[in-house]
């Protein structure tokens, strides 16, 4: 059963950056896909990022492209988003999830379903 342990959010001006990452234990995590996801109050779960199993494939929420990055380094079995540009409506608790299912499509998947794994998530605060 793998563990995710998100860190690294915080309370950020408008126009700031964080890097929130997620450590992953309990498994070898360089197989399978990560994703980052966030949930605003009274808002659903919604997709921010994801990274292929190989690292090779990246897709972004159309809300965060040119701002927000994912990547992942195995050797550490961490997955990390890096986020500039930071706006108030990027306030969120920002969850890291995994699939149980190892190496995915060629494209990482945007659905919630399609991850089994979650974090407890992080609080980011974004202030105008």
């Known amino acids: 059963q793998v563990q995710l342990v998100e860190s690294g959010g915080g309370l950020v001006q408008a126009g700031g950056s964080l890097r929130l990452s997620c450590a992953a234990s309990g498994r070898t995590n360089s197989n399978y896909d990560m994703g980052w996801f966030r949930q605003a109050p009274g808002k659903e779960r919604e997709f921010v990022a994801a990274i292929s199993w190989f690292g090779g494939r990246r897709v972004y929420a159309d809300s965060v492209k040119g701002r927000f990055t994912i990547s992942r380094d195995d050797a550490k079995n961490t997955v990390y988003l890096q986020m500039n540009s930071l706006k108030p409506e990027d306030t969120a608790v920002y969850y890291c999830?995994?699939?149980?299912?190892?190496?995915?499509?060629?494209?990482?998947?945007?659905?919630?379903?399609?991850?089994?794994?979650w974090g407890q998530g992080t609080q980011v605060t974004v202030s105008s």
């Open positions: 999830a995994t699939k149980g299912k190892a190496f995915g499509a060629l494209v990482p998947s945007s659905q919630t379903s399609q991850y089994d794994s």
